[in-house]
């Protein structure tokens, strides 16, 4: 493929229609992390293990939303994306609010698991939306900026929840995150508007007067794995979450336990590093996948490649020290990281397959991730650490074990955005030409 020209500048609709959906992941990301930030209050409070917390935080949460979350994307590829988002969010915001008034364990799994079904409605059709809204040399850099709800979010989760739990207990904290996702789901119903499929594809899509053809879930998925780079993209994505989110998802636990912080101070610590450094990484990265440089995606391949093998080393001496200014050091380093491959990686495969299929390989790749992030890596850890521990019962000793073991599966993405670097090329250019022949 030949080199593209600038990206076009977006309008203001473009603009509100991005910022909304921003706020909608933001949403999604701070009840991910209120979750962890309040987790050790929620283990003693209710009595558990590591490995039963985390049964109740993450894998609740996730055995729904990674279930859910393909059929939910087939009806985005089919029906008002609109709808489905505002309904969605409306969904796991008052399920969020609920978690909060939870009484028990059983009360606060169901909570979670209906989060967990909401949560599924958000990213997928909101990825596919953005695809519509903008042109394919602007979606690399547009999804990039939505990525920065990933930021806001952590740090509302980490730093203002945690302040919040402080203050008023960590019930408190779920309350206070429910109520805006509320008020937005109204605001996104009432002044979004669905935008026509593949109408930003090329000019034949747009002077087109059919819409582009709905495919069965099946021809897509078995479309979508028969690409190989576009199956080692999302194997990347899905692995990195692995690593990152599944380190940062036990993170505020293991300060609070190895350096006896409380739920705000272990989020004074995260939340500055999620909002300032996360930020700031996913704007640079935006500015730089917009430039000529990164007109071919093999480089923006290779560049994810090299920034998540180098920073795997200070990710293991996060919890390899025994020091909290060297860790503190080690996460200023990591956490940017986390933020940094997400708008290139959701760019990428808008870019790699047929606009009717888009939200399915979205949710595919949600499905791969937050396996990874919300099922093997918060169990895993919980599990080592619970034997680890022995009869005595968990401790940050034990826990930090558990972390060190998963911190270098760090290498182990690296190597899959590298390998899809060999046929990213062919099948780009055969979603641009329409070719799903299954």
Known sequence: MGARGPAPVASARQWYVLVLLSLVYAMNIADRYVITTVMESIRLDLKLTDSGVALLTGVALALFYVTIGIPVSALADRFNRRN??????????????????????????????????????????????????????????????????????????????????????????FLALGVPGVVLAALIFLTVREPRRGAMDAPRAADAAPAAPRLPLWRALAFLLRQRATMHLMMGGAVTALWGWGLMWWTPTYLQRA???????????????????????????????????????????????????????????????????VAKLCLWLFVPAMYFYIGPSFGLLQNVVPAQMRATACALTL????????????????????????????????????????????????????AATRNILAEQARATAGDHAA
């Not at 953005?130 to 690399?140: G, I, K, N, S, T």
């Not at 680890?388 to 034990?398: F, K, N, P, Q, V």
């Open 84 to 173: 489905i988002i505002s309904g969605a969010l409306l969904l796991w915001s008052g399920l969020t609010i609920l978690t909060g008034l939870s009484a028990t364990f059983g009360q606060m799994l169901l909570a979670r698991i209906g989060v967990g079904i909401g949560e599924s409605g958000g990213t997928p059709p909101s990825t596919s939306m953005l695809a519509d809204y903008f042109r394919p040399a602007q979606r690399p850099a547009a999804l990039t900026v939505y990525a920065l709800g990933s930021c806001l979010g952590a740090w509302i989760g980490a730093d203002v929840a945690g302040r919040v739990a402080d203050l008023y207990g960590w019930r408190h904290a």
């Open 259 to 325: 350096y006896g912080l409380t739920a705000g101070q272990a989020g004074e610590i995260l939340g500055p590093m999620h909002l300032i450094a996360g930020s700031l990484a996913t704007v640079a990265t935006a500015v730089l996948m917009a430039s000529k440089a990164m007109a071919d995606p093999r480089r923006v391949l290779i560049l994810m490649a090299v920034v998540v093998a180098v920073i795997t080393v200070p990710s293991f001496f996060i919890f390899w020290t025994h020091d909290l200014g």
């Open 367 to 418: 499905l791969m991730a937050n396996i990874a992030n919300l099922v093997i890596a918060p169990q895993f850890v919980g599990l080592v650490s619970d034997h680890m521990a022995g009869g005595h019962g968990a401790d940050a000793a034990s826990l930090r074990i558990a972390l060190l073991i998963l911190a270098p599966t760090g290498l182990w993405a690296a190597w899959h955005y590298w």
